[in-house]
Nanobody, 122 residues
């Protein structure tokens, strides 16, 4: 079974940084497209970033503040978040696409983690 486990969330002051981690198993899925999504209470889940090998995609409004990367040795995908704002407060999820499609559409992702909470104080 494919499993994704997020970590690294927490409470951070506005302007601060966090690095989220997504541990992917089995190991071969680390080479599959992995995306980050987020959902705030009462709002729709939205795309944040995704990566397939060296190709990346970002929500335009987040590009420059958020960076997706991966460490294939550790089987981990990261989301580096800088200059955090209160509106970034949400539950962040990582997801894997078994069809090897680099896409922003959440319905195209087959496997999801349980999420990690990020709270940004003003």
């Amino acid at each position: 079974q494919v499993q994704l486990v997020e970590s690294g969330g927490g409470l951070v002051q506005a302007g601060g940084s966090l690095r989220l981690s997504c541990l992917v198993s089995p190991r071969t899925f680390t080479s599959y497209p992995v995306g980050w999504f987020r959902q705030a209470p009462g709002k729709e889940r939205e795309f944040v970033a995704a990566q397939l090998l060296t190709a990346t995609r970002y929500t335009e409004s987040l590009k420059g503040r958020f960076t997706i990367s991966r460490d294939n040795v550790k089987n981990t995908v990261y989301l580096q978040m800088n200059s955090l704002k209160p509106e970034d407060t949400a539950t962040y999820y990582c997801a894997a696409n078994a069809r090897r499609l680099l896409t922003t559409v959440q319905g195209s992702y087959d496997y999801w983690g349980q999420g990690t909470q990020v709270t940004v104080s003003s």
